[in-house]
């Protein structure tokens, strides 16, 4: 069983920044692919940023150049640096864990970007 609890969420102006943690239970973590993805009120999930256990990364456009994903694998974390953010980035933030035949998803931490 794996778990997944993200932090760092909150109110910030338009132009501001937030680090986004998650940290994961359980022992594979080191061996899958880590995800953050998001909601906005009325729309459906979107990918954001996904990080591969060799450190491969991959971004959405609407994000790119301003957000960084990284992980550290003996902490068992993943995080999402979000810069100059804009009120479209508005919405709840979730930790993703895929493996094969495994996908976890964390209870999600708002952000919420004021213009």
């Known amino acids: 069983q794996v778990q997944l609890v993200e932090s760092g969420g909150g109110l910030v102006q338009a132009g501001g920044s937030l680090r986004l943690s998650c940290a994961a239970s359980?022992?594979?973590?080191?061996?899958?692919?880590m995800g953050w993805y998001r909601q906005a009120p009325g729309k459906q999930r979107e990918l954001v940023a996904t990080?591969?256990?060799?450190?491969?990364?991959d971004y959405a456009d609407s994000v790119k150049d301003r957000f960084t994903i990284s992980r550290d694998n003996g902490k068992n974390t993943v995080y999402l640096q979000m810069n100059s953010l804009k009120p479209e980035d508005t919405g709840v933030y979730y930790c993703?864990?895929?493996?094969?035949?495994?996908?976890?998803w964390g209870k999600g931490t708002l952000v919420t970007v004021s213009s």
């Open positions: 359980g022992s594979i973590f080191s061996i899958s692919i």
């Open positions: 990080i591969t256990s060799g450190g491969r990364t």
């Open positions: 993703n864990l895929r493996y094969p035949g495994i996908d976890y």
